[in-house]
Nanobody, 123 residues
Framework: QVQLVESGGGQVQAGGSLRLSCAAS????????MGWFRQAPGKGREFVAT????????YYSESVKDRFTISRDNAKNTGYLQMSSLKPEDTAVYYC????????????????WGQGTQVTVSS
């Protein structure tokens, strides 16, 4: 089992940027896929981005592609989500997760989740 702790959320105006971090412990960090998901009020959990264990492969939802960048530093056991050109519809609780599938993933592919960090984008 891996433990995950997100940080870096906050409030930002539309067009701004934020960087989320996900600190991992409990397992070899490079041994699992890392993903970011989000959940807006009244909606289901939505896939955002994934990155393979080595960092060599990434996958994004169409809604964030070209605006968000996922990365990881295996030496620091930390993953990141750089968010730019933020829109009000990006407002959600963002979760990082550890799993086994980076290509076209589903929440069920991820067995460990962080507690989430709130991102609020105002217009």
């Amino acid at each position: 089992q891996v433990q995950l702790v997100e940080s870096g959320g906050g409030q930002v105006q539309a067009g701004g940027s934020l960087r989320l971090s996900c600190a991992a412990s409990g397992r070899t960090f490079s041994g699992f896929v890392m993903g970011w998901f989000r959940q807006a009020p009244g909606k289901g959990r939505e896939f955002v981005a994934t990155i393979s264990g080595s960092g060599g492969n990434t996958y994004y939802s169409e809604s964030v592609k070209d605006r968000f960048t996922i990365s990881r530093d295996n030496a620091k056991n930390t993953g990141y989500l750089q968010m730019s050109s933020l829109k009000p519809e990006d407002t959600a609780v963002y979760y990082c997760a550890a799993g086994r599938r980076w290509n076209n993933p589903r929440p069920g592919d991820f067995g460990s989740w962080g507690q989430g960090t709130q991102v609020t984008v105002s217009s």
